[in-house]
C-alpha cells in the first residue's frame, strides 16, 4: 500500500459529514461520515 500525503478541503458538504482531500499525487479522495477514504478522481 501507498503512503499519501493528504491536505484536506474545506467545502460546506464538511457541515453535513462529507469530506474531500487531495494528494500530493494529484488524487481527489472523498470520505463519508465514518466510511474510509476512496479515490474520487485521478
Request: aromatic fraction near 22%; glycine fraction near 8%.
Amino acid at each position: 500500500m501507498t503512503l499519501y500525503y493528504m491536505k484536506e478541503i474545506f467545502t460546506p458538504l464538511k457541515l453535513v459529514g462529507i469530506k474531500i482531500f487531495v494528494s500530493t499525487e494529484g488524487y481527489t479522495f472523498i470520505k463519508f461520515w465514518n466510511m474510509p477514504r476512496r479515490r474520487l478522481f485521478g
